[in-house]
Structures are given as structure tokens and as C-alpha cells.
């Protein structure tokens, strides 16, 4: 299917785009778009590790202010101003070298699927978790992380009903927003998010109602209206409304079944190990909605239930029951541990079946020499 994506976001047309028109010409020729791709990748996780190291428990922010060197800071800043560039240019870069494949896009989009969450989990850190005074509490981190994969959703759902991927607005402008207050961080250091805005309010409140208020309010009415509207210019990719709502399934057990562990969890789990539980919810979610990208790309249907589903209906039930016990953390540690393994051992499979069917490689333009 030929790619096509709709981005009308003032932000992006009058002020980035610009912006990334300069920054391509820097890029040399040879380069393959999936390495862009991939170093923006790495870099958000340098970035994310890095911060874990310093910050383990989102901590550090409320309790020790300086705990966080500001060179951290300002580092994250600019990882993540490289991968929103890279992220933007690989595409352009893609059609400049005449390189574009759905190997291509489907990388850019299957890791943009993980980065999501990586962003997000980032962000926590300079806001750190409610100590009583300040912060954010871990369940509002859940909330917050899960609406912004709900938007990510809707957007690739929206997609394979329309066949158009219509860019959601909240992306640059989420972007430049960390990459703000990672700035602002860094120059002014981490009491400028403890200290109230406006009326007793905090920088923090302000971000979650804006997010909740794009989301709910902006993204998914446009993302209804849209399918709403190649309904009724009859040019829906799924006949039957059980087909066109078929990828939400997965997605949406998954977040009743993460919902139910963090609410009935005998240990706490999430207050626990938020990090732990934070990363493991952005990894399932990334594998679900990379099989709903394939089949949306492939012109495929979806399977009803994905099979993370099944092991983790088996340790939500075990943890819920108090059978686990002391051991759920153990637990939640070797199961993010096999997700993780299992979502990156899928990406490395389906990368080099594509890279074989097209006869091209993943990080070079050579062509591939026919067995």
C-alpha cells in the first residue's frame, strides 16, 4: 500500500518543517533513512538509561533537588531535540535518496511505537513522584502514560480504517515541550516544577490537563471524524464495523488487565516499582500495536487476542490472588525482562524477513545480492 500522511499542524508547517528542510542537506547521500531512524531510537534510550541510573525510584527531583547533575539535564534536552529531527528527516531523507520501502515505514512507526512511552517515562523524572509536597503520584503516571499511548493508538487505528495516517497535533508540540522544560530544567535547576504557576497551581497540573484536554477533546474527536468521513465518502478499508473496531481488542484488554494489577495489587506494585511497572506497560503496548501497523500496512486482519495477553492474564491473576506473594516484584521483573527480550527478538525477525521479500538492506542503500 503506497504511504500517505496528513499533517496539517501549524506548529509543524510554518515553524519545523522549515527547519528540517535546512538540516537534511547536511545529511550525506549514502546514509540509509533507516539509520536516521535508528540513532534517534538510540539516543532516546541512552537518554532514558541514563536518567534511571541518577533516578531509579522519581525520586530524586522532590526529595534531593541536586541529586540529578545538570549536565543530565541539558543532555536530554539535546537527545531528544536529535531524535525529533531524525525522526522528522528520515521520511524526507527516504524519498531524497529514493530508498522509500515498507520496511522503512514500518521501522520509523514500530519504533516511534516504543519511543512514545520512552518519552514519557523520561519526562517523569524531572517532575519526580509525589512526596506529599510536590509531584506527581504514580497512578496519575499511569493515567498520563496510558493516554498517551491511547492517542498513539487511535492515530494507527484510524489509519487502518482510512488508509491515511492523519499526524496528530499533540507530536511537535509535545516534543518541543520537553525539549523546553528539559532547558528549563537544566538552567534554573528542578525547583522550578515545585514551586506553584499560577493560583496554587503546578507546571505539572497545568501539562496533564493540557495533555488530557488535547487528547480527549482534540485527538480522538478528529480521529472519529475522520473515519466518520471516509464512511461516508465510502472509502473505508473494512467492511464491517466488527473489522474496523477488531485492532482496539488487544490494546484495550491490555489496559483492563494492566489497570486491574495496579489497582488490586496486594503489594502496591505500582508504588512499588513504578519504573519497572511504567516500562513493561510501554513494551506490551508497543508489541500490540506493532502487529496492528503490520496488518494495517499488509491489508491483513488482526488477530483477536495477542498473546502477551495470556501470560500476563496469569500473573495478574497470581498477583491479585495474593498466590505470588513477596515474589510479585520478582515476578513483574522476570516478565518485563521477557517482554522486552520477546518485543525486540519480533522486531529483529520481522526487519529481516522485510529486508529479505524486498531484496534491500536494513542500514545500507547497496542492494542486496539475489541468492
Avoid at 488487544?250 to 519504573?275: C, D, E, Y
Avoid at 511497572?277 to 513494551?283: A, D, E, K, T
Amino acid at each position: 500500500s503506497q504511504y500517505s500522511a496528513v499533517d496539517t499542524n501549524p506548529l509543524s508547517v510554518y515553524v519545523m518543517q522549515p527547519i528540517w528542510n535546512k538540516i537534511i542537506k547536511i545529511v550525506p547521500l549514502w546514509i540509509a533513512p533507516n539509520l536516521l531512524t535508528f540513532s534517534g531510537f538510540v539516543m532516546i534510550l541512552v537518554n532514558y538509561f541514563l536518567i534511571s541510573f541518577y533516578d531509579w525510584d522519581y525520586t530524586a527531583s522532590g526529595t534531593s533537588p541536586g541529586l540529578v547533575p545538570t549536565w543530565v539535564w541539558l543532555f536530554s534536552a539535546f537527545t531528544t531535540f536529535c531524535a525529533y529531527a531524525l525522526d522528522s528527516i528520515d521520511g524526507k531523507h527516504a524519498r531524497r535518496t529514493q530508498s522509500s520501502s515498507p520496511l522503512g515505514e514500518l521501522f520509523d512507526h514500530g519504533l516511534d511505537s516504543w519511543a512514545t512511552s520512552i518519552f514519557v517515562l523520561s519526562f517523569f523524572s524531572v517532575c519526580s513522584r509525589d512526596n506529599g509536597k510536590t509531584g506527581v503520584s504514580v497512578y496519575t503516571m499511569y493515567i498520563y502514560l496510558s493516554i498517551v499511548l491511547f492517542n498513539f493508538m487511535c492515530s494507527h487505528w484510524e489509519k487502518y480504517n482510512t488508509g491515511v495516517l492523519f499526524l496528530p497535533w499533540g507530536y511537535d508540540l509535545s516534543q518541543v515541550v520537553l525539549i523546553t522544560a528539559y532547558l528549563l530544567t537544566g538552567v534554573v535547576g528542578v525547583e522550578v516544577w515545585q514551586k506553584p504557576l499560577l493560583f496554587g497551581y503546578y507546571i505539572t497540573d497545568v501539562l496533564v490537563v493540557l495533555l488530557i484536554g488535547f487528547s480527549l477533546l482534540l485527538s480522538f474527536p478528529q480521529t472519529l471524524y475522520n473515519i466518520h468521513r471516509a464512511h461516508l465518502k465510502k472509502t473505508l478499508k473494512n467492511g464491517s464495523l466488527y473489522e474496523g473496531l477488531l485492532p482496539l481488542v488487544s490494546p484495550l484488554l491490555l489496559f483492563v488487565l494492566l489497570t486491574v494489577w495496579v489497582v488490586l495489587s496486594p503489594g502496591n506494585i505500582l508504588a512499588k516499582q513504578p519504573r519497572l511497572f511504567l516500562w513493561m506497560v510501554g513494551v506490551t503496548f508497543s508489541n500490540v500495536i506493532c502487529k496492528v501497523i503490520i496488518c494495517q500496512m499488509s491489508s491483513t486482519r488482526p488477530e483477536l487476542l495477542h498473546w502477551f495477553l495470556f501470560p500476563l492474564a496469569l500473573v495478574v491473576y497470581a498477583a491479585i490472588s495474593g498466590l505470588l506473594g513477596w515474589a510479585e516484584e520478582a515476578v513483574l521483573a522476570v516478565f518485563t525482562t521477557l517482554v522486552t527480550a520477546a518485543h525486540v527478538h519480533y522486531g529483529v525477525c520481522v526487519g529481516r524477513q522485510l529486508s529479505e521479500h524486498f531484496n534491500i538492506y536494513i542500514f545500507s542503500l547497496k542492494k542486496r545480492i539475489q541468492e
